[in-house]
């Protein structure tokens, strides 16, 4: 009489389980499409959004936060925008300050989540394949060193290595301190650039937009080289 129950209680799981996968992904879509899409688009007028920001007062700045947190959660939404226009909107420190904020809510919300539902729930936004070239970070001993290097390199797919996390044994104080730190040097160059925009200096923010876009490169170069590498090793 208990095998059955037993069998019906992790039918029963795994039917919930599904189901909130199910809603999820459904949700992300409507999100990324109703919500996301229409924020980038707002934060890509940067006059209009620093006068919203403005009309705004202090809830401004909590709404910017949310949106932050949003755009990480649902990784369909890009954050470069987002962080440009809060150099703008906000100023560079200020801005570099809101994105962290709402970068640290919603990387401990995607780590919850992934913890609660597991690889599923990482196959809502990337393929087996993407999820697979990250193989590298599996190494206990090597985990939070390499976690906190590519998290610091600018053009590593920061929004994977976020939800892949969560698949890890690290640990979430350890977690929250890497994507809080390790993720500056990309943030800054954004509101920096973004600052320059609002104050015209023009200049300056492309030399910073051309800086960063080839930092992005070399990143994203030496990002391959690292999963190459790993994939290599094992193959022997």
Known sequence: MTRPR????ERGKKIAGIAAIGIF???SGLVAWFIGKPMVQFVSEPDRFRAWVESKGALGQILFVGM?????????????PL???AGYAFGAVEGTILCVLGILIG????FGLVRKFGVRLVEVFFSKEKIQSLRFLQNPKKLNFLAFVVFFIPGTPKDLLS????LTPMKFSTWILITGIARLPSVITSTVAGDALGL?????????????LAV???GLWIYRRISRAHEQRRAR
């Open 6 to 9: 037993r069998t019906l209680t």
């Open 25 to 27: 992904i459904l949700f």
């Open 68 to 80: 932050m947190a949003l755009q990480i959660l649902v990784a369909l939404i890009p954050g470069e």
């Open 83 to 85: 962080e440009i226009g």
């Open 107 to 110: 990387s401990a919300l995607v």
């Open 163 to 166: 939800y892949f996390v969560g």
């Open 200 to 212: 015209k200096n023009y200049q300056f923010a492309l030399i910073v937009f051309g800086a960063t």
């Open 216 to 218: 992005s490169g070399l």
